[in-house]
Every structure is written in C-alpha cells, then in structure tokens.
C-alpha cells in the first residue's frame, strides 16, 4: 500500500510543492502567512476552474482549444446584457453563462463526433470564429461600468480573518466554488456510469464502444461541460477584474493545458486525477508567485510552461512506448498451447 500511494505522480507534486515553499519561505517568511496564501489560491481561481473543463476532455482523449474564446464571447455577451438591457443578479449571470458556454461547448462536441475531424483542428478553427465573430460585434469596446453583484462575489469570503491594523483577508468565496466544483467532478467521475466512460473512451475508444459505452453521449457532454465551465469561469474572472476585456482571457490556454498535463494527465487520454489537476495549478501558482518576489523577469515563466508541455508530451510518449514493448515481451514470452 505505501508502495502504491508514494508511486503515484501527486506525491511527486506534493514533494515539489514543499520544496519551493520551503525555498521561497527562506527568502521571504510572509510567504507562507494565510493572507498570502489565500490570496495566492484567489489569484488562481479563475485557471483553476479552467483546469476542471481541460481536465475532462484531455482524459477523454479530445482537446479544446477554443474554451477561452467560449469564456471571452461568455462574458462580453452576459455582462452586455446584465448592464444595458435588463437587471439580474449574480445567480442570473450565472446561469445564463453557463447555459451559453454549453451551448457553444456542445457545437465543438457534434463536429468532433458527427464529421469525424481531429478535435484539435474544430477547435481552432472555432476559437477563431467565436473570438473573431466578438470582435467584429463589439469593435473591441470595454465595459467599464458594469453591475455591483460582480464585483461583491470577488470581494466575499467564505472564511474571514482581521489583522491587527482592521484589515480584512480571507477565503474567497470563489476560491471555495472551484474546490467544490472539483470535489463534485471527481465524485461524478469516479462514482457514475458517464464518468466512468470519459476515462474509458480516452483509453481505448474502440474496447469502451464493445462494452456499451454511448461515444455520442460522451463526446457531447464532455465538450459541452468545457463550456458550461468555461462560462462558470468568465463570471468568476469579470468579478475579479472588475470590467470587461474582450481580449483578456484568450492567449492564457498554454497555461492551462500545461497545469493539467504538470497534474499527470496523459495527453493522450485515459489517464489522469482531479487531485493532480489541483496540484497542478497550485504548482503554476507558487512558481509564479515565486519568480515575483525572486524578481526574476516575468517571460521566464512562459519558457517554463513551454518546458512542461514539452516534456510533459516526451514522457507520455515514452509511456506509452515502454506499455507497448510489455504486450510485446508478453506475447513473445507466452507458452505456446499443444
């Protein structure tokens, strides 16, 4: 048992993690203060949520490319609407942005099964016609002036502490809706019949149609839960900013798809944790923040997640070739029968 658990690539994360905190804590001891953390994981919420949708796809055995463009027309789309045509509220907003994001979410899905296209070619192709059709609309203007209820859910927390000064700090709020967003997701995944067919269709999607699972159904949702997350994601991330930027979140999918492939999931699909996703965004977040204070130039976070992709994509494919040289050795070395 203790072999299994220590084998596994989030003891390796976790391992990282308390080095850096360790190595970062020596240079600066606020570092491992609960105001900067729970900032940290606030300044990180919005990839995190991301994380959750990518997660889901990259395990079926898709890709997704246009999930911050789904997020960017989302937004743009909601807030317009909560501010010039009608009053609503948070949970309004909400709803109407995850309604819009799986029902573009849900148009990537049915390209990808019904035509058969690569799912990396519908979705840059739909990245560009989501973020262009936008741009063209919208001529590139910014909301400036946009409801209140957005920016209180930034401002609430879940758990709140007072320094000595009268200052505020705490759990955010939202912070608490990406982790329980992700408890949810890792029950729905483990413990449901569709859940369980993300993982098996991203294995081998063939064996997974022999023995019943629905590949239309789970092409679908899974695409479809990008973008509903994505939506979810876009109300978060107009919170925290405060105004509307039609250019503010498309560019940020290296980061994403380099914190969950860093989490241990394999690109090729089947393979793949909720805890190692979560690990990690945490990972990028506490690199970030270290580079900060080590005032190391920010670009070198960029060749760093270039890095990990690259090296992350290496060592998928050595694993994938190491199985395949097994089921050889086993073939070779099985008893012929009499």
């Not at 900032?39 to 999930?67: E, W």
């Not at 709020?173 to 992700?182: D, E, K, S, Y």
């Not at 294995?203 to 789970?218: Q, V, Y």
């Not at 190692?276 to 690199?287: E, I, N, R």
Request: positive net charge; proline residues 2%.
């Amino acid at each position: 048992m203790r072999r299994y658990f220590f084998s596994r690539h989030e003891w390796f994360l976790v391992a990282i993690l308390v080095m850096l905190c360790i190595g970062i804590t020596s240079v600066n001891p606020s570092f491992l203060s609960i105001e900067n953390l729970t900032d940290l994981l606030k300044s990180v919420t919005v990839l995190g949520i991301f994380s959750l949708g990518l997660f889901m796809v990259i395990v079926s055995g898709g890709f997704d490319i246009s999930f911050t463009a789904i997020a960017q027309v989302t937004q743009y789309a909601v807030v317009a609407m909560l501010t010039y045509s009608f009053d609503g509220n948070i949970w309004v907003a909400m709803g109407m942005a995850i309604a819009f994001g799986l029902a573009l979410g849900c148009v990537n899905g049915a390209i990808i099964h019904f035509f058969r296209i690569p799912p990396i070619m519908v979705t840059i192709a739909t990245q560009s016609l989501y973020f262009g059709v936008m741009y063209v609309v919208t001529k590139g203007d910014l909301i400036h002036d946009i409801p209140l209820y957005f920016r209180d859910l930034s401002y609430a927390r879940a758990i709140e502490f007072h320094n000595t000064d009268g200052t505020v700090y705490g759990l955010a709020l939202v912070t608490v809706l990406w982790i329980a967003l992700g408890i949810a997701l890792a029950w729905f995944l483990k413990y449901t019949r569709l859940g369980r067919s993300i993982f098996a269709v991203g294995g081998n999607r063939t064996s997974a149609e022999r023995i019943g699972f629905n590949l239309c159904l789970t092409t679908l949702f899974v695409y479809g839960a990008m973008g509903a997350i994505a939506g979810f994601a876009s109300i978060v991330d107009v919170s925290i900013a405060g105004s509307v930027i039609p250019n503010s979140i498309v560019g940020k999918e290296l980061q994403i798809i380099a914190a969950v492939i860093l989490g241990g999931t394999a690109i090729t699909g089947g393979k793949g944790s909720i805890q190692g996703t979560f690990l990690g965004v945490l990972l990028f977040a506490v690199l970030s923040n270290s580079l900060t204070l080590l005032k190391i130039p920010s670009f070198y976070y960029k060749v760093f997640t270039g890095l990990i992709i690259l090296v992350s994509v290496a060592g998928s494919a050595m694993q994938i070739k190491r199985q395949e040289n097994k089921k050889v050795r086993v073939q070779v070395d099985a008893p012929v029968s009499q």
